[in-house]
Every structure is written in C-alpha cells, then in structure tokens.
C-alpha cells in the first residue's frame, strides 16, 4: 500500500506490476463488495464502521477499512487517527484498517483509493468499507467507485433539510441516523421520517432497490444488526443483478476520467511557462486588482496554446 501510494516514478511502476497481478485475479473471481461511507465530520463514522465491522466479523466477513483523513492547508499533514477509535476492529485478525490523507483531492477519497481497494480485493477481504472525508453537496466521487453508498446522519444537528436537498441524499442505498441514544432517541425518529418522506420524491439510483433508513447508535451497539441486516439485503441485492464485472468496468471508467483530469491540471499548474504567468500575475494583481480576471483569462489562453501547441514547447512570455 505504500509503494502504491508513492508518487516516486520508479514506485509507480512496480506499483502498477502490482496492481495489474490483483487485476487478473479479481477478473477470474472477485467476492468483493466496496460500500462509502460518507457523513459530516462529527456524526460517528468511525464509531459506526467499527460497530458495523465486528457485526460483519460474525457473519464470517473479512473487513477491510480505508480511512481518508483531512489534510491541512497549511502543513498539507493528516492526523491519521481514525484507526486508534476503532480499538476492537484493529484487535481483530479478520480486519485491516489504513489511513490516508486526502491531501488536494477533493470528492470525499484520497488520490489512490481505487487503488488501494483493489489491493483489498485480491488480498481477500470481501467488505471494503471506504470513510470519506466529509460530506457536501458535490463530494459524491466516491458513489461512483464503489458498490453502495451509506449515508451517516446525526439527529439534532439543525441540518436535516439541508442534508435531504438533492445531491448527496439521492445517491444513498442505506442512510443511518446514528448517535440515537439518551435525550436523542426522539429527534432520530423524526429525522428518521425527514428522510423517508424526502426520498420519496426522488427517483432511485439503483433499479429495484428501495433506499433503507434506519437509526443506530454505535456507542451503545443499539440497531447496528438492522444496519448489518440492511447491508446484507443489499448485498443480496447486489448478487440478483448479476452485474459485477460490469459495474467494476463502469467504476474503473469513471476513476480512469477523475484520475486523469487530477494529473492533467497538476502536470499543466508545474509547466514553468505557466508558474512563470502566475507569479507575474499576482505581482500585478497586488499592484492593481482590477487586473485579476484579465489575467486569469490570459492564463487560461496559454494554456490552450501549450496544449495545441505542434511546435516545440512554449517558451515562457
């Protein structure tokens, strides 16, 4: 995982040996299912994957966990601890947990996690669960890379209209209200039916199957065997559809664009003509503002030229 992980150019391609070794495998027989689990910071996803994780334990699973954490702007570190709150998955031998700083991605995962749940994969752990970083109305990247979608609420929290707005809400096969215990009990019921009725009005992502919701609380390892159960029902699904090798194309597809445009915008952002433009424009903007959206304009035309360019690379203006 962290060769990789690596963005070392001789890594790379004894990573991508690697990588194509577990393809075939996994093209031959892949008994893996890959969920996201996806909330706002503070809701007890880590709680709950670690709850959820022991029931799946019992039923004869192998779990593996990748965890993407925040990276600071400032320092661009991760604190990586998601792992010391999941003290009894860690413990057990049939899971295996990583941590991963988002770093400049954004979308909710780290740049090599389709990566890293392949590795998953072919080592034989067949429930991948992947913690996204947060959540918002556009970091729904991860929906396309992995086979179901969970969604993590919190009761209470004043946000419940505007978590059931489109975007993220619709693209939930299992949402859970967790943290439904003591004085909170009462307001995960009514979140609870918030949702119900909102996802009434929008059309499934999934062709016969009906978004499950139901509350939880992890801390007290209360309704974590109706979420195991949900879980399970839509794995079940899954199998009737009979359409793995398709989906796992389509997901490979969708990561192929997504990873593509990352390295695009970072390879053309470290093109010396372009760094050169920039630093000139922001000297400028400081001496007078109004210039920004020339510049940023100018900027976007050199960039046109590098990429047409049939002559030798530009040299810088």
Not at 60 to 81: A, F, N, Y
Not at 88 to 95: D, G, M, P, T, V
Not at 271 to 276: K, L, R, S
Request: net charge negative; proline share 3%; glycine share 8%.
């Amino acid at each position: 995982m962290t060769l990789v992980e690596s963005d070392r150019a001789d890594d790379r391609s004894d990573a991508i040996a690697i990588l194509q070794r577990c393809e075939r495998k996994l093209d031959r027989e892949d008994h893996s299912y890959r969920f996201a689990i996806s909330g706002s910071p503070g809701v007890g996803k880590s709680t709950f994957i670690e709850a959820l994780g022991m029931q799946a334990i019992k039923a004869g699973h192998k779990v593996g966990v990748l965890t993407i954490d925040p990276s600071s702007s400032i320092s661009h570190g991760s604190i990586l601890g998601d792992k010391s709150r999941m003290t009894q998955l860690s413990n057990s031998q049939e899971a295996f947990i990583r941590s991963t700083g988002a770093g400049d991605v954004l979308g909710g995962l780290g740049r090599r996690s389709m990566e890293l749940m392949t590795l998953l994969s072919a080592a034989g752990y067949n429930l991948i669960l992947l913690e996204t970083v947060g959540v918002g109305q556009s970091e729904h990247t991860t929906w396309q890379f992995t086979d179901g979608f969970v969604l993590v609420i919190q009761p209470g929290a004043g946000d419940e209209l505007q978590g059931i707005k489109r975007g993220i809400t619709e693209l939930a096969d299992i949402v859970v209200v967790n943290k439904a215990d003591s004085d909170l009990v009462q307001l995960a019921k009514i979140a609870k039916a918030q949702y119900q009725t909102a996802l009434h009005f929008f059309s499934s992502t999934r062709e016969g199957w009906i978004p499950k919701i139901l509350t939880c609380s992890s801390i007290e390892n209360v309704g974590i065997d109706d979420a195991w159960e949900a879980l399970r029902l839509y794995i079940a699904y899954l199998d009737q559809q009979q359409t793995k090798k398709q989906d796992r194309v389509r997901q490979k597809l969708n990561w192929l664009t997504w990873s593509i445009r990352l390295t695009a915008q970072e390879l053309m952002t470290r093109h010396p003509a372009i760094q050169q433009k920039m630093e000139a424009g922001k000297n400028e903007i400081k001496l007078e503002p109004s210039t920004a959206f020339n510049i940023e304009f100018e900027i976007e035309n050199l960039m046109h030229d590098l990429l047409h360019s049939t002559d030798s690379p530009a040299k810088p203006t």
